[in-house]
């Protein structure tokens, strides 16, 4: 494939989403192209701010958070197979703003339907529900033992 249509559809497909660096080399590799247009594409979509990780990783923690309902081990793990770096990891999620996450939590068991008439069951329940989530044991200990439900 000419780098020019390679670089065309590429810019296309950092258009309509946010992309990280390993994603755009995902998509190029499934096009024949030499490793020195491969980099030179890589080069030039992050000279022109088609990518960007930090930008990327702030846009996938809030969709994940607001929409998915992820807490944040799901979040990081997440991030890191797609190739973030973990100090740009650590640095978005240590904005994140404890108050509302944790309200984000208790919203999450308040509104998972369980039907369990054995209240350690159903703590059982809502725990490994949360923890598939992605939040901490002991996030979810606090909540769910605090009696906030």
């Given at each position: 494939?000419?780098?020019e249509i390679a670089l065309k559809k590429?810019?296309?497909?950092?258009?309509?989403?946010d992309r990280c660096k390993k994603e755009i080399f995902t998509k190029l590799n499934s096009f024949e192209l030499a490793d020195d247009d491969r980099n030179f594409i890589v080069g030039f979509l992050n000279d022109e701010g088609y990518i960007n990780d930090e930008r990327y990783c702030r846009s996938y923690v809030k969709s994940k958070l607001s929409l998915k309902k992820w807490g944040i081990n799901k979040i990081k793990l997440s991030l890191i197979t797609k190739?973030?770096?973990r100090e740009i990891i650590d640095n978005v999620l240590s904005?994140?703003?404890?108050?509302?996450?944790?309200?984000?939590?208790?919203?999450?068991?308040?509104?998972?339907k369980i039907n369990e008439e054995d209240p350690y069951k159903r703590k059982a329940k809502l725990m490994r529900y949360a923890v598939s989530k992605?939040?901490?044991?002991?996030?979810?200990?606090?909540i769910v033992n605090g009696n906030e439900l």
């Open positions: 494939m000419y780098k590429i810019l296309h497909y950092c258009d309509y989403q190739g973030i770096d904005e994140i703003d404890q108050d509302s996450y944790k309200e984000e939590l208790v919203n999450l068991l308040k509104n998972k992605g939040y901490s044991i002991s996030e979810v200990m606090e």
